[in-house]
């Protein structure tokens, strides 16, 4: 019986472990969380000095952004650095269902530089937030998701 024991503690102590190891690397400022969508891509991504997260990964990665805002409508924006990226917004309505899916909006094809880009009002209803959802090309970076 105590074989059974420490066999069961010791398995469960394993699976904590491998819990923690596979958590997606996030990014929290005020109010907002980004973080990768596949932990199997945390090895390759690293977070930058200002809050963003940069992809070292030698494909492209999906990233996620969270914010909490009012219920209403809001224009929303996100600042990327690259080309070969886009993002799009969503909300949820209060039964967890997609209530909006924005369009999806591109970067300008290269060289690399900052952009904005501009993902039009999200209506946001009461108790969620919008995301972000954004693919990431090699060597770019996403900074601050913005909502008015």
């Known amino acids: 019986m105590q074989f059974f024991i420490k ?3 010791i398995s469960m102590l394993a699976g904590l472990i491998s819990l923690v190891a596979n958590q997606a690397l996030a990014v ?10 596949y932990p199997q891509d945390n090895s390759c991504l690293s977070t ?9 990964c030698a494909y492209s990665v999906q990233v996620i952004g969270t ?15 690259g080309n070969n990226s886009s993002c799009q917004t969503l909300s949820i309505n209060g039964v967890g269902n997609a209530a909006f899916v924005g369009s999806i909006i591109y970067t300008t094809s290269g060289p690399k ?24 090309e090699t060597g770019g970076i996403i900074g601050n998701f913005t909502v008015n």
Do not use: E, R
């Open 67 to 81: 914010l909490q805002l009012s219920t209403g409508s809001h224009p929303t924006s996100v600042s990327i650095y």
């Open 7 to 9: 066999g069961y503690l």
């Open 113 to 136: 530089v900052w952009q904005t880009l501009n993902l039009g009002n999200l209506y946001v209803y009461d108790g969620t937030g919008p995301i972000f959802l954004c693919s990431l």
């Open 28 to 37: 929290t400022g005020p109010g907002a969380t980004m973080k990768n969508s």
């Open 48 to 56: 930058s000095s200002y809050g963003g997260i940069i992809n070292n």
